[in-house]
């Protein structure tokens, strides 16, 4: 069974950082394009920063540009969103997902997505 479970978030005040990560398993994701998603209460759910099979490429919101890095580490088969500097308006339900497909970028269609973690900035 495929598995995206992420973790790390919580309740920090502005200008203060998580760092979040997301352990695949039920398979391997090395050759897959992965993202970190997020929602808001009443919106839609975005696409914060996603990071390319190999780690050589990466996109980010421009919301989050400057301040969000997206790493990953095939070996553990894990992907990572350090955040740092945030705002009361990163506040949100933070996804990880994984494309489909095999090294390709930009991701053509994100298939699987873990349950979500709660990020919550207090002003």
């Known amino acids: 069974q495929v598995q995206l479970v992420e973790s790390g978030g919580g309740l920090v005040q502005t200008g203060g950082s998580l760092r979040l990560s997301c352990a695949a398993s039920?398979?391997?994701?090395?050759?897959?394009?992965m993202g970190w998603f997020r929602q808001a209460p009443g919106k839609e759910r975005e696409l914060v920063a996603a990071?390319?099979?190999?780690?050589?490429?990466?996109v980010y919101a421009d919301s989050v540009k400057g301040r969000f890095t997206i790493s990953r580490d095939n070996a553990k088969n894990t992907v990572y969103l350090q955040m740092n500097s945030l705002r009361p308006e990163d506040t949100a339900v933070y996804y990880c997902?994984?494309?489909?497909?095999?090294?390709?970028?930009?991701?053509?269609?994100?298939?699987?997505w873990g349950q979500g973690t709660q990020v919550t900035v207090s002003s």
């Open positions: 997902a994984a494309d489909s497909g095999k090294r390709t970028w930009p991701a053509r269609r994100y298939d699987y």
């Open positions: 039920g398979r391997t994701f090395s050759t897959n394009t």
């Open positions: 990071i390319s099979w190999s780690g050589g490429s990466t």
